[in-house]
C-alpha cells in the first residue's frame, strides 16, 4: 500500500542490447492497455484497482497506525505457511509474491502471482489456506488480524472494499481453473504473459519488452506443467512471432494481438499444439 515510508521497517535476508523496432501492432499498446486488461485469462476478469486507490487517505493513515512494514531483501523467503495460525493480515506495498498449495506427493501447485495493492493470508477457520512466498525484493506491510477485525467492524466502507477484493480473488480463482482445465499450455503461457502486460513496472510499451519478475520454475508451476515443456511453449511462441527472448527473464513482445488471438485458441496450427503434452 502506498502509506508513508517512515513506518518502522523489518528487514528480513534469506536466501542488451538496445530495443529493436516494434510491431505496428504494439506502437499503440499503452493505449491498448484498458483493452488489454479486459481480456486478462478467459477474457471476463478485469483488474481491479489498487487498494490504496480505493482508501481515503484518513483510512490509509489508520491503516499505517496499524501496519508494520516489512522488507524482504531477496526471493524464495517464506511469509507464511499453509495451516499455520493465521494472526496477520498482509498488503503488498512493493514486488511480487507468489502463493501456492503442495499436493500430497510434494507437487507444487502455484495459485497466484500477488502484486502492489493485493491482499494476502485471508485465513480459513484461524489457519492460512495457502502457503505465500517472496518471489524477489519485496515490501509488505503486516497488519494484526485482531485489530483489523476492529477497524472493519467500525467501518462499512472498509467492509465493502475487502468485499470486492475477495470477490475479485474469487472470480480469478474460477478463470484460473478454466484456464487449466480446458487451455493447452501454449494458451496458458499467452495468458501468463498478458496478464503481466498491464505492470508498467514490468512492462515497457515503449521498448515492447517485459521483465519477468519470476524465474522459469515459477512459471511452470503456475501454468501446471514442467519446466522443459514451458520451455517448449516459449520456443512455439517464438517460432510463431509472437514474442522473442532476450534473456531468461526479458521478452519481446512483437504481437499483442496474436497474443490475444493465441490465448483464445483462434491461432493458426493451434490444433496441432493442442496434441503437445501440457
Not at 499455520?84 to 506427493?105: H, Q
Not at 506491510?141 to 485482531?146: A, I
Amino acid at each position: 500500500m502506498n502509506f508513508n515510508a517512515s513506518r518502522s521497517v523489518t528487514t528480513f535476508e534469506q536466501s542488451g542490447d538496445g530495443p529493436s523496432p516494434l510491431s505496428l501492432k504494439n506502437r499503440n499498446a499503452k493505449a491498448r492497455w484498458p483493452e488489454i486488461r479486459a481480456r486478462t485469462l478467459d477474457g471476463t476478469i478485469e483488474h481491479p484497482g489498487q487498494i490504496e486507490n480505493l482508501l481515503s487517505r484518513d483510512e490509509q493513515e489508520r491503516l499505517q497506525r496499524i501496519a508494520t512494514l516489512v522488507e524482504y531483501k531477496r526471493g524464495g523467503t517464506t511469509i507464511y505457511s499453509e495451516g499455520e495460525d493465521a494472526p496477520f493480515l498482509y498488503f503488498v506495498e512493493k514486488g511480487i509474491v507468489r502463493t501456492s498449495r503442495c499436493a500430497e506427493n510434494g507437487h507444487r501447485q502455484i495459485l497466484a502471482f500477488k502484486g502492489p495493492g493485493d491482499v494476502l493470508g485471508l485465513p480459513d477457520g484461524g489457519r492460512y489456506a495457502n502457503s505465500a512466498e517472496t518471489a524477489g525484493p519485496s515490501r509488505i506491510y503486516r497488519m494484526p488480524w485482531q485489530r483489523m477485525y476492529q477497524m472493519l467492524a467500525s467501518e462499512p466502507h472498509l467492509q465493502q472494499i475487502f468485499l470486492e477484493k475477495v470477490a475479485f480473488d474469487f472470480r480469478l480463482a474460477q478463470a484460473r481453473i478454466m484456464v487449466l482445465g480446458q487451455q493447452n499450455i501454449y494458451q496458458r503461457l499467452a495468458s501468463f504473459i498478458l496478464e503481466f502486460l498491464y505492470h508498467s513496472e514490468y512492462f515497457d510499451a515503449k521498448t515492447s519488452r517485459l521483465r519477468l519478475p519470476v524465474n522459469r520454475f515459477d512459471i511452470a508451476d503456475y501454468l501446471g506443467t514442467a519446466p522443459e515443456s514451458a520451455a517448449r511453449a516459449f520456443a512455439r511462441l517464438e517460432h510463431e512471432g509472437l514474442v522473442k527472448r532476450l534473456t531468461s527473464r526479458t521478452v519481446e513482445i512483437l504481437d499483442i494481438d496474436g497474443l490475444m488471438e493465441m490465448q483464445r485458441g483462434r491461432r493458426r496450427g493451434q490444433n496441432r499444439a493442442a496434441s503437445v503434452d501440457a
